[in-house]
């Protein structure tokens, strides 16, 4: 088994990729890495969305040129969006945890996409109606995040900006 933290070393944001769309079998292990992710009282407040179809990463490039943001998304090779579903009334809790559990499922499908060549960005900017017509995501529903997949254009790992190891962490 390898290290994850060479999968987490080399995950990055991509914002360019090739336009190849991701295989399906790829993808079903992706998405499965999503679905196992934990949550509190394993509640799962998703679903997950997701579509590899040429003429429907169009349309959703198309939704973000008319938004002028992250616009490599019209290349990308699969695109996932994250629904957030209501907790039924018996398992309201005292803290709101369905954020938390959202991104660990978004953290799980990016790693499991880099161990297996597909690059992604995780994508906050979004209009969040184009999303939720062009994947058929009901409309009262709340589309939490989305995720472009796909092939980088420039697989060159780039240094992380982050916080240094001390000014991060304190170790008591
Ligand atoms: C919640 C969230 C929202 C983000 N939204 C965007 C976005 O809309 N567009 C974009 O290009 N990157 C977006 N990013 C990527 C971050 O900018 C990126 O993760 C951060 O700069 C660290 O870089 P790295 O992912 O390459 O390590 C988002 C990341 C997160 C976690």
Redesign the pocket.
């Known amino acids: 088994m390898s290290d994850i933290i060479d999968v987490i070393r080399n995950r990055?944001?991509t914002?360019a990729y090739t336009g190849k769309l991701v295989d399906n079998n790829l993808l079903e292990k992706i998405l499965e890495a999503g679905r196992l992710s934990p949550s509190a009282r394993n509640t799962q407040p998703w679903t997950i969305y997701c579509t590899s179809r040429k003429e429907v990463i169009d349309k959703l490039g198309a939704g973000f040129a008319a938004i002028g943001?992250?616009l490599f998304v019209k290349d990308c090779g699969a695109f996932i969006a994250i629904v957030e579903e209501p907790l039924p009334e018996e398992l309201k809790m005292h803290r709101r945890y369905a954020e938390f559990d959202i991104g660990m499922c978004i953290m799980q499908i990016c790693l499991e996409a880099e161990s297996l060549g597909v690059s992604s960005?995780?994508?906050?900017?979004y209009d969040e109606d184009s999303v939720k017509t062009v994947l058929g995501i009901p409309k009262d529903k709340s589309v939490a995040?989305v995720i472009a997949l796909g092939y980088a254009s420039d697989p060159t790992v780039?240094p992380?900006a982050r916080k240094s190891f001390d000014e991060a962490i304190k170790i008591i």
């Open positions: 990055q944001s914002r943001r992250n960005c995780i994508l906050g900017s995040m780039r992380k």
